[in-house]
């Protein structure tokens, strides 16, 4: 073995080898002056030669031949030069991958849909941040809120789109998006004859098709609050999701309430959509995590998604 491939071995496994002085001698070999390079790296030219001279002796080599006008490297000192920028720049390189990790920028985020709220402001919101952050691998599921919930609990989520309101110790909850809250009814029914927005009393009684409390608890008890306050709403058949939920309606079940959003994604023939009289019920979709255990990705996500919308406005950005 010459002694070239000595000192790149040296190099490469001697870690207590002085980084400062790998940056010191490389910007000298680039300038082959005391002078510029001294000026470069903004210290005093008597500190840069004293380093120069203390690499050289741990190495136990000459570096550097000095002249009258400048200096000249050796052919080791050419050597360790190239060694000593190819070393800077991986050093430079793993700083970089450290730094996205610790700030969320690389890595892995696990988030979860709500079923109920598919498209819109959750894939635009995903779709931003995966071109933002295109190094970070963003695994997705879809789940019911409840399921979402339990999941982020578990530590199997590190976030989750929900329908609020959730009363979950340990989760921190922030409102994304608001929307009206619309009334389906199948198109033979007498609701339907009307434009006018319908009022509460002429649903008091009408039979309601419903997805199952246990899916989101709290979205269930907003809704049925909204629209039938004071009573419970006469549910004749539970179905598990939106579409299937309109299918019902269609199908002449009964009325049912649905997020306006939903309701113009699947446009189920035989169902025409009406609007509830003041107070317009609505529902709200949030971002939850949890604060012990998620990843600085999620602040990255946050950061993104817009905040509770102003009263008849657009969602606002933090």
């Known amino acids: 073995m010459d002694r070239r491939t000595d000192l790149r071995t040296d190099l490469r496994t001697d870690l207590r080898m002085d980084l400062r ?19 470069r790296l903004r210290i005093a030219q008597p500190a840069l030669s004293q380093q120069v001279k203390a690499l050289e002796r741990q190495l136990g080599v000459e570096l550097v031949e000095r002249t009258g006008r400048g200096c000249a490297l050796t052919p080791v000192g050419r ?30 985020l696990r988030v979860a849909y709500t079923r109920s709220a598919r498209g819109g402001v959750c894939d635009a919101l995903v779709t931003e941040f995966r071109n933002r952050y295109p190094r970070l691998d963003v695994a997705l599921q879809t789940g019911w809120t409840s399921h979402n919930v339990a999941e982020l609990l578990a530590g199997r989520l590190d976030a989750a789109f929900v329908r609020p309101p959730l009363d979950v110790p340990g989760l921190d909850c922030r409102i994304i998006a608001e929307e009206e809250l619309l009334l389906a009814v199948p198109a033979g029914h007498p609701l339907a004859r009307t434009r006018a927005r319908i009022g509460r009393h002429r649903i008091a009684d009408e039979p309601v098709v419903l997805w199952p409390r246990e899916n989101g608890p709290g979205m269930h008890a907003l809704i049925t609050e909204q629209l039938w306050p004071g009573r419970s709403p006469r549910i ?30 699947f446009r189920i023939p035989g169902v025409c959509l009406r ?19 998620a990843p600085p990705a999620v602040q990255l996500l946050l950061a993104m998604a817009p905040s509770r919308p102003a009263p008849g406005g657009r969602p606002e950005r933090p």
Request: hydrophobic share 45%; net charge negative.
């Open 79 to 108: 050597a360790v030069a190239e060694e000593a920028r190819r070393i800077l720049r991986e050093v430079a390189a793993a700083e970089e991958r450290l730094a996205a990790v610790v700030q969320g920028r690389e890595g892995r």
């Open 21 to 39: 002085r790998m940056r010191y001698f490389s910007v000298l070999a680039e300038e082959l002056n005391f002078t510029r390079a001294a000026g």
């Open 236 to 265: 004749v058949r539970e179905e598990p999701d939106d579409e299937q939920l309109l299918l019902a309606v269609a199908a002449g079940y009964g009325i049912a309430p649905i997020p306006e959003g939903r309701a113009r994604v």
């Open 275 to 293: 609007r509830l009289t003041a107070p317009v019920p609505t529902v709200t979709l949030g971002l939850a995590h949890d604060p012990r255990t």
